[in-house]
């Protein structure tokens, strides 16, 4: 998920190439957070899907609530030391 906020040469350690600012530096984002997982999987969803256009909907597919659904179950997870673990692992 790095190439989405950073760019594509900084998954694999390498020196960033970009012309223009990354997303994170725009942003201010120094942690990955529950949202940011959430936009992962919804990048992740919206490629595999069968709209060539983005809309909010694809099919009885609804990324609005698989967006919320991902956060939720991350922020208001009955096991903390999931959620604490899951976060530390994406900002490694």
């Not at 989405?4 to 012309?19: D, H, N």
């Not at 919206?46 to 709209?51: D, N, R």
């Not at 256009?53 to 009885?60: H, Q, R, T």
Request: aromatic share 10%; glycine share 6%; proline share 3%.
């Amino acid at each position: 998920m790095r190439h989405i906020f950073t760019s594509p040469s900084s998954v694999y350690g390498e020196q960033m190439r970009a012309t223009r600012t990354c997303n994170a530096a725009l942003h201010n984002m120094t942690t990955v957070e529950a949202a940011h997982i959430a936009y992962g999987c919804l990048q992740v969803r919206s490629g595999i899907g069968a709209k060539n256009a983005w809309s909010e909907v694809d099919g009885n597919f609804n990324y609005r609530d698989f967006y919320n659904n991902i956060v939720d179950l991350i922020e208001d997870s009955p096991d903390p030391e999931w959620k604490d673990e899951l976060l530390r692992a994406w900002n490694m």
